[in-house]
């Protein structure tokens, strides 16, 4: 079982004078303790289920930069990226250009984006859900071809790039991962099926629901002609040190793993403070490592 590290919240004491240390301490700290991967949300505005609106949020790709010049060895993407918010051929470019600097560390999250609050806010225009989704399947063909040796055009309902050029190429092979986060069991499990290199679950749905969705992407696996067990099945999790026990932990990691899964995304609660960070690291991480 691997173990990752969400950073979802920015809202620290100090202000935004303290953003920038705290956060390198976090992830200094993340990666030296063997955390698989580091993770931000890709918001502008804090999500409805973390703060009000107006709370400290950076912008996720920046963020990412500033993580991977303080990290060596764990991975690190957005958990996920909003396809509304970026062309996808600067977003494929934009996470190539992380997978060079980062000596191939890097991940494409990528969803159909839902927060329409923050679009309405900052101008972006949010389509209707089916044309969110025809935008993601559309985006995840391009990076697929971006990521080819084919660089030429791509038409599609929605984008049309004359050139699909796209160096340097990126280090990971054969291409940086791509998780596609959401469960829905008609449009999202199919493209974690049909494009994806793993899956990502609310931990919060619950083991039942969890087994259930595992059961539906595998059989549209099925229908694919997909192997299920190439893709990584993640779940994400808040972890409050303060209520749950590193043992109690541990053992809610071995029923998802009983279940199926993989990989947990950790959010920890406290984490600016570090000691939540080390406990996790410490007690819970080598632990993991043997499920």
């Not at 705290?22 to 990666?31: E, G, M, Y």
């Not at 996470?95 to 191939?104: K, Q, R, S």
């Not at 399947?137 to 984008?159: C, R």
Request: net charge negative.
């Amino acid at each position: 079982m691997k173990i990752g590290l969400q950073i979802p919240n920015f809202t620290w004491d100090g202000g935004p004078r303290e953003i920038a240390p705290t956060l390198a301490r976090i992830v200094r700290t993340a990666d030296g303790l063997g955390f698989d991967s580091i993770w931000v949300m890709d918001h502008c505005f804090q999500i409805p289920y973390l703060g009000p609106a107006e709370n400290e949020m950076l912008e996720g790709y920046t963020t990412l930069g500033f993580i991977a010049a303080n990290t060596t060895r764990a991975s690190i993407g957005t958990m996920v990226t909003g396809v509304t918010y970026r062309h996808p051929g600067v977003l494929i470019k934009q996470v190539t250009t992380l997978d060079v600097l980062t000596g191939g560390r890097t991940w494409l999250g990528i969803g159909a984006a839902w927060f329409e609050r923050e679009h309405d806010g900052l101008g972006v225009p949010f389509p209707p859900v089916h044309e969110r989704f025809e935008r993601l399947e559309e985006t995840l063909q391009i990076a697929h071809q971006m990521w080819s040796d084919d660089n030429g055009p791509f038409e599609g309902k929605h984008y049309r790039l004359a050139e699909t050029i796209c160096v340097p190429r990126p280090l990971s092979r054969p291409h940086p991962r791509i998780m596609i986060g959401g469960v829905g069991e008609k449009k999202t499990l199919r493209l974690v099926a049909r494009y994806a290199d793993a899956s990502n679950i609310f931990g919060a749905a619950g083991r039942e629901q969890i087994r259930h969705k595992l059961k539906v992407l595998r059989a549209h696996c099925e229908a694919e002609g997909r192997n299920y067990d190439d893709i990584e099945k993640t779940v994400i999790q808040t972890f409050d040190l303060q209520r749950t026990s590193p043992d109690e932990s541990v053992d809610l990691l071995g029923q998802y793993a009983d279940d199926g899964i993989q990989g947990v995304i950790a959010i920890i609660v406290g984490v600016e403070r570090i000691s939540p960070l080390e406990t996790i690291g410490t007690e819970v991480i080598p632990r993991a490592a043997r499920l």
